[in-house]
């Protein structure tokens, strides 16, 4: 894409109630819009992140058998007084709504109750068991304050998966291969080292629950951190019965600020036995179907990102969720005859027939301007064309992440951006 | 995919309240679940569906020069007082929710004026112009009746471009390209030769405004059609003088009822002027940027294909949005080690790994059970291997729209379904 055909522009500055690093720099590159506090519009670069990341997720919950469907936003109450999570003192962040005949609706906050019923009709022996069936949906969620840009909304997308088992150990199976599986995901997102198994309060159903912590000054949680053992606890769970049993010293553990990415959750039968999810056993026998719950925020992760990679020229994202690979940059006289021009539409050609994403800046514009572009949108390779480049037979390469740029050809240029 | 890890399953009846047959047959094969009415949740097999006709319409939309994005289901009044469209008497579809400070907010029944100020902050000059923006996304309309199924949803989606130029020949000149992709569209989704560019109301702006209309008696629209000449004309613009205008003639016109699935509409400066969307001229003067809007909404599509193609036996799908190419059964002793299952298994293999969508039928179930759901789901190839098949060394394959099958070896069967 050419930057001069983006109809979005970087901007100097965000707006003045901003306060978020993550949405002050997302705003800045013009990524996202502020429609509202907590709630942001994905523009363009924005947009190929995010679905950038939705991508990497939807193919690791594949990978695990994982079924895609799509739940609505509005809410049926029924389903939710029957779970006892309508009424507002219960769940203290809906978004409520009337049909015409003024009979209450919901905005969807998370999705076990109507993924339950959905599922019902199709849930009889225990032959129909087990499956994983997930969404990626936008939640709704009331927060009273929304200052942390797009990493706590109002209106978030969300990954959520549910886990159906007949038994104690199956339910046990598939929580283990849901949670490796998002090992993946933070692996191939480009943060896995700073992304911590965190163990949390369970609930009422099982002693713990797993949080995926990205260690962040931004995040809103305080984990203790084993690096070795590469896992951590949340506060809540922090004493000394909990790290005894987790094989923990206090000493060697490190106090860090850090931002939940990732949620799972046993849920035993907390939902199916309200909603009557049972399946009939090998014996004959009525059971409930177990149940587990695992998220993923995909809107949030483009913040925790910005959060942790960002350095004080913009953006830095990983290639693998970058919203192109390469930013080509074509500097002086920029007709289109001249033969510096032509080197870059050369290349640009070359690079996106071999399926490189490249941002093409072909602006008339001085070189600074491109440079702090370049530097802005966190594009992971700025390529500069120039009459010196083209003079050296050259393309002049930059990584993001690092200071000095070097010469190459272009077989090298197109080893190192397909890599 | 294996029907024996499909979680869903089809099923002889529909919900006692549905009564429109898209959503009945659509529900019965599993391909959705109804929440409420006007409600639907897409199972995989339906959403299958729905993301193919949303990657025909983004790969339209993405080769006319459109830029994705996606805005936000929460609106925030003050832009829509700015156009006079927050009164529920202005628009009488609003759903309407409020923060915990009481300030009211609304879920998007459709997206013009975020748009405009999302993109506000981008165009100064007419070097900024001409862009084209787009997204897929959910819209809410509180409709007091909802009994089209899936044709006419309280919560549906959308894919809504919007084009902004600088002139009335720079705006007639994109409105004609995208009404192209328009064409492509229905082409390609398999109803080109149902769908009628349909000549409708133009509002206050122009004198006419273009509306996509499928022939079907599900229809909510009754439109007079030249077969011929491959255009309509929509009852609420029959008179004597349009029909002059477009050379029309009264008497080659046939009556019949149709679905809108798609509508282009000229908006001139409606939405640019209240909301300060203007340019400076190449002549330093400021000009509203003229405007047009584009919508077609693949979950109507969803049901408007349903009425268009299904029979008695259940669904028919076109193979460019069919969930599986191939529905594929295997008939009598279904253990592992038999040699007829080996067989199929292989063809399994064989076809998933060229590429093809499979859905393998692969339950210990009467023939008659897996023809009805082969039948029902409406996969357009179905695939038998039984004794009888694996003894003439061919396979069984009927068409979904033909009746009889026929007996081909494996590479007449490669070459069909990759066709």
Redesign the interface.
Known sequence: MKVS?????T?KTAPADEVAKNAQLLIRA?FV?K??AG??????LG?RV?ENICTIIREEMDAV?G??????????PEIWKKTGRWDDEAVDVW??????NESE?G?GPTHEE?LV???Q??VNSYK?LP?L?YQIQ?K?R?E?RAKSGVMRG??FLMKDMYS?ARTQQEHDELYEKIKQAYFRIFERLGIGEQTFLTFASGGMFSQYSHEFQTITEAGEDTIYVDRAKKIAVNEEVYNDEVLAELGLDRNTLETVRAAEVGNIFTLKDKFSKPLDLVFTDEGGKEQAVLMGCYGVGPSRLVGVITELLADEKGLVWPEAIAPFTVYLAVLGDNSDNNHVRKVADELYSELTSNGVGVLYDDRDVRPGEKFADADLTGIPYRIVVSDKTVAASSYEVKKRTEAQPELMNKDQVLKMVQS
Chains 1, 2 share one sequence.
Request: aromatic share 16%.
């Open positions: 055909e983006l109809f979005t522009k901007s013009g819009h429609e509202m709630v942001y519009t994905f523009l363009p947009l995010l058998g079924q895609e469907l799509k739940l609505t936003t509005l809410q049926d978004f409520k709504t009337k049909l015409k609706l905005l109507p019923r959905a599922v009709p199709f129909d499956f069936a936008t709704f009331n009273t109002r209106e159906f």
